[in-house]
């Protein structure tokens, strides 16, 4: 798996490709730590090129949007390809996640927050 | 008696199982060219890749066997590893999201598996574990 960051504006973005699984999932936990650590606390996560999902993998993206919320933080999840949308999905893990279905959206929803002085 | 399509044994490390999954999609999507059956075939690979994290992690195998089969109605992926007799919970359900500990971080791999594969068995013979999943996919 790669992780690469960038910046839009004040906000993070994080993009995965390859798979984010059992044998990733750390480095993935380990990169989102990383962010927190410098105080990068708002961070959209574009999924759009993980070709595959596990359960530990969609454990690991419920780790990171806890510990950005402890951390008054934000991460909004993005683009997620069909096979992955589906693991969100069933387990219904979409509906407590901070999704957006673009980075514009997702940029968006990171700048009303922000505006509003809410935590998601 | 179905087909065997892959079999494979592999030491318990999760970087196998992402090697299995992508040797089991190749065939899978060989046997199964149609667009239709793409879904159902993606389905079965997130079951299966369930199965065989458990194995790597639980099982305390030194080693993981996989048997990919064709059958008439459509595809069997079973997991085979070697130590004691593991009794699936009589009732698997998805964790609570919304429990007073907040999000779970874990505990969603034998649902993940009841929810993708169309049935489900488990049995122990010969000293060893057997999980069987099956996909039923036409052909057409």
Sequence with gaps: MEIKIGMDGDFVIAELSGDLVAGTAEQFKEQM????EKNFLNVVLELSKVTFMDSSGLGSCM???KAFNEKKGILVCTRPS????????VTRADQKLNMAANRLEAVLFLQNAVLSGRQA | MGEILLAMKFEPLFDHVSEARLAAQDICKKHYPQPGAE???SELLMAATEAMNNAVEHSGAKEVEIELIGEGRGLIFRVLTA???FDPPADVAFPDLDGPDGLPEGGFGL???SEMADSVQY????GKNIVTLT???SKN
Excluded: C, Q, W
């Excluded at chain 1, 069909?82 to 999905?89: D, G, I, N, Q, S």
């Excluded at chain 2, 049995?123 to 010969?126: A, G, I, M, S, T």
């Design chain 1, 33 to 36: 730590s990383k962010l927190m």
């Design chain 1, 63 to 65: 780790a990171a949007h």
């Design chain 1, 82 to 89: 069909e096979t992955v949308a589906k693991v969100f999905r």
């Design chain 2, 39 to 41: 879904p159902l075939l």
């Design chain 2, 83 to 85: 130590g004691n007799r």
């Design chain 2, 111 to 113: 649902a993940i598996i």
């Design chain 2, 123 to 126: 049995d122990y013979r010969d």
């Design chain 2, 135 to 137: 996909k039923y996919i």
